[in-house]
Structures are given as C-alpha cells and as structure tokens.
C-alpha cells in the first residue's frame, strides 16, 4: 500500500466533523433563537458556536 488510504480515512473524517459541527451549530441556534438568519449565520461558524454555547451556558 503506498500510503493513499490513510489520506482517504483523514479527510472523510475531516468532512464528518465539519458537517457534523454544522448540523449541531444549526440545532443549537435554531432552539435557542428561531431565527433561520441567526441558524445560517452560526452554522458558518459552526465548532466556534458550539464550544460558544457550551461555555456560556
């Protein structure tokens, strides 16, 4: 094996926990605000807004 499969693992994982952190930044916006604008606007900035919320709250 020539190394390849590891840089395939790495970036689906990569891509999990940005979609990931999104979805539960839109969650998390969503029940705290009800705003679609707010939702949008902290999936953008998606694990910043979640450890955010978890420190404040």
Do not use: C, D, Q
């Not at 839109?26 to 604008?37: G, P």
């Amino acid at each position: 094996m020539n190394g390849t499969g590891i840089y395939v693992y790495r970036t689906e994982g990569a891509r999990f926990g940005i979609s990931f952190g999104s979805a539960m930044a839109i969650a998390i916006s969503w029940s705290v605000n009800k705003s679609i604008l707010w939702a949008i606007v902290h999936g953008l900035f998606s694990w910043i807004y979640v450890i955010y919320y978890a420190i404040t709250r």
